[in-house]
């Protein structure tokens, strides 16, 4: 399927979802200092063939511009003439799409996905047990435990993206790069943004449960 076979209502409703979602995201101060990124793929997808519209690179993303967004296909390139650049990680959201054919990634730098990733680093994975909103992930066992792979922030964008597919977790619809922030997705924008919320409350939760731990041994 060509970029200008996709209909022009998906490609308008993918832009309302990163528009809303965006906005949302602002306000709980998940993009500080022009940091995270958001995709929301269109049209049919193959792991050879597939599109999505992304937040361009480097922009206040607390504020609407008409400059706010593109589309690009499988490799990351513009699929319409455009001034503006992609994300400068959108070759890991073009893995996550190959790997998973999911609908929507969201990318927030927080202090909490910061602190846990570089707390766990070493270890490759931040462990998560017995936490409620693991069900959100469709993980309804009792006591469930998960594991959230951590991958390194190399600085070469190439070189974290082609770690991807093999750190992935088919039951974990996330991942960390260390001392940066948390990929996440979903079918569709509702499911990528219910994924990446229990994420942060799983972070958040972990970080405060290791500060009681320690204060115990005191
Ligand atoms: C300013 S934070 C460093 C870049 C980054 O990690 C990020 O998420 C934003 O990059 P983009 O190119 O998507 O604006
Ligand atoms: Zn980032």
């Excluded at 528009?19 to 995201?25: G, M, N």
């Excluded at 609407?64 to 959201?93: C, N, R």
């Excluded at 039951?171 to 960390?176: E, F, S, W």
Aim: net charge negative.
């Amino acid at each position: 399927m060509a970029f200008s076979d996709i209909p022009l209502e998906q490609k308008q409703a993918a832009l309302h979802d990163l528009k809303e979602i965006k906005a949302l995201f602002a306000a709980r101060n998940w993009f500080p200092g022009t940091s995270g990124n958001l995709s929301v793929r269109v049209g049919e997808f193959s792991p050879e063939q597939f599109y999505f519209a992304v937040t361009a690179s480097g922009k206040d993303k607390s504020v609407h511009t008409p400059e706010d967004y593109l589309f690009v296909d499988q490799d990351g390139a513009p699929s319409e003439a455009t001034g503006l650049k992609p994300s400068a990680e959108t070759l890991i959201h073009c893995e996550i799409y190959r790997k998973t054919g999911c609908g929507a990634i969201f990318h927030v730098h927080t202090i909490d996905n910061n602190l846990i990733s570089d707390w766990y680093g070493e270890q490759g994975y931040v462990p998560a047990q017995g936490i409620e909103l693991i069900k959100a992930f469709n993980i309804w066992d009792e006591d469930a435990a998960i594991r959230i792979p951590v991958l390194p922030n190399y600085a070469d964008i190439p070189r974290i993206a082609e770690l991807v597919p093999d750190a992935l977790d088919p039951a974990v619809p996330g991942i960390l790069l260390r001392n940066h922030g948390i990929y996440a997705w979903g079918k569709n924008a509702f499911e990528a943004k219910k994924h990446l919320e229990a994420f942060e409350f799983i972070f958040e939760y972990s970080y405060r449960r290791l500060l009681l731990n320690a204060a115990s041994t005191k």
